[in-house]
């Protein structure tokens, strides 16, 4: 059995129905010629299609002869090969179709690499929905929390690892997360593609480092509009900015944090920004997380997974005690024991 579900591009109902029919032809013959082979098979589905006219966002395999199929990899194939722009997973690590999930929800969304995630990162996803929780649009049965990772991200060593990819949505789902695949660099097209789905209120999970990142006016000199329209498009009326803090410095040793604590209202920014951004700030649209785990502030995923590939002892006191356990009973990142 094959499940997939497409978003058609076109306008005209006529061009839409010879485009579903092609569909149709492209997907008998993948499937009784390239059922043995997955990637084969999705590439095959868009024969005489351009990705112009239709969108996969959505496919799932099963049956005898595709039991070795895991459906989480072949969802990251439709990013990776452009297909669609993002992928989501249910709790259950079950391939699910965005709209189904985001419609009229509202969303808490956390980007991270989660490699491994540690207590900083724990301690964002606890706190924002602390706050999100206050909020009186909020109530449980219509808010998602969604952790996204880049497609960027998982091929940051130059190829997809998929075992690792696979360790880091059993992880989160381990703790009863949603997980997001996409190909969104810039965060104004993650807030646009949630839109789609006539979201109710999107609450962005940030911390300060790469804050910095998105209000610098260099990574938006493709818009016209440039760091301006850029501003437009990530703060539309139902999105605000959950801004973790850091602190400017840590300890030699790493161990220990040192310096100021940086926040969003001490980061220094240039000054023909100032003004844009203190209005986002009255208007409540960026929001400082108050509540955190200041001791532990000079924790970082690329530090702990460095020490757990050099197998240098500590790193357990970085992580939750879940993490712990996960990591060294499926020797998870390069842990040797």
Known sequence: QVVIHVNLKEDDALLQQQTLGILGVNLLFACY????????????????????????SMIRMSGPDLEYVDNRLLAVQLVKNGMTSAVMFDRKGEVQQPSDMLYKKNVLAFRGSFRPITYVGFDMLKSSYGIFKKDRHYSRDNTIAVCEMTLNNLMEEGELDERDFLDRVDILNGMGQHVMVSTFREYYKLVGYFSRFRIGRLRIVIGIPTFLKVLDEKYYTR???????????????????????????????????????????????????????????????????????????????????????????????????????????????????
């Open 33 to 56: 010629y390239h059922h043995d082979r997955p990637n084969e098979f999705l590439r095959s589905l868009l024969d005489n299609l351009s990705r112009d006219r239709i969108e996969i």
């Open 223 to 337: 818009l016209k509009g440039g760091i301006l329209e850029a501003l437009g498009r990530l703060f539309p009326e139902n999105v605000k900015f959950y801004v973790y803090p850091t602190i400017s410095s840590v300890s030699l040793d790493n161990k220990a944090p040192a310096g100021e604590l940086l926040t969003s209202r001490n980061i220094e920014l240039p000054g023909k920004l100032r003004p844009l951004y203190d209005y986002l700030i009255q208007c409540r649209k960026i929001i400082d997380i108050e509540d955190v785990k200041k001791d532990r502030l000079y924790i970082s995923s690329p530090y702990v997974l460095k020490m757990i590939k050099e197998n240098i002892p500590g790193w357990e006191l970085m992580v939750p005690n879940y993490i712990e356990e996960v990591i060294k009973t499926k020797r998870l990142f390069g842990y040797a024991g």
